[in-house]
């Protein structure tokens, strides 16, 4: 389990997965915060899903839970592509749509960036975003990712050909900013998470 801001981190279990259903069948949530939008999941499928995460060590899935109230919100996800470099792909999304727009995108990139950069030591995030979704890209560029490429016309939707954003950011750009991007994201609550990262002893 990892904390950071108002957002918990904690490993998505077989008990997650009702919800799951019901946030990939939300037209809101599929259309704005997925890496496919408007792709819709049944329970099977979704079961299929955790199982085949179960048996790859590749992959590792949180479910988001505000501290304050222990209230499931969504997903985070990092998938490891390294090769001569350690590398990861991070996707998120909110799917509580009454949680939109508070910052709390902001803090679940962050705390991914944390757990990748500062203590798993990684050389390189990348992300993607559909063209239209401002929103999404918006978040990722307050954390510090670069805009480093256009997948043109790679997906089709409302009879449209869309573009995909391309992103990504490095340790030796991250680290560096590091203590900047903690205030700027986490305002007053840096300091307790610094203070809870410092209780930390290996």
């Given amino acids: 389990m990892f904390e950071i801001g108002r957002i918990r981190f904690r490993a998505l279990t077989k008990d997650d997965l009702s919800l799951l259903e019901k946030w990939e069948n939300t037209f809101q949530v599929t259309l704005f915060a997925r890496a496919e939008p408007l792709v819709f999941k049944n329970a099977q499928e979704i079961k299929d899903e955790f199982e085949e995460y179960l048996e790859n060590d590749d992959k590792q899935q949180f479910i988001l839970e505000k501290k304050k109230d222990d209230k499931k919100i969504g997903i985070a996800t990092y998938r490891d592509r390294s090769n001569s470099v350690k590398n990861a792909n991070i996707g998120t999304y909110i799917g509580e749509p009454d949680e939109w727009n508070k910052g709390i995108g902001r803090e679940i990139t962050l705390g991914l960036c944390e757990m990748l950069f500062f203590?798993?030591?990684?050389?390189?995030?990348?992300?993607?975003?559909?063209s239209f979704n401002k929103r999404a890209q918006t978040v990722l560029e307050d954390v510090g990712f670069q805009k480093t490429g256009r997948a043109r016309k790679s997906s089709y939707l409302f009879g449209k050909r869309i573009d995909w954003i391309i992103f990504d950011l490095l340790r030796e750009e991250y680290m560096p900013n590091r203590q900047e991007i903690l205030e700027d994201v986490l305002g007053e609550r840096k300091e307790e998470y610094i203070k809870e990262t410092c209780k930390i002893r290996i």
């Avoid at 203590?119 to 559909?130: E, G, M, T, V």
Wanted: no cysteine; net charge positive; hydrophobic share 25%.
């Fill in 119 to 130: 203590q798993k030591n990684y050389d390189r995030l990348s992300a993607r975003s559909a």
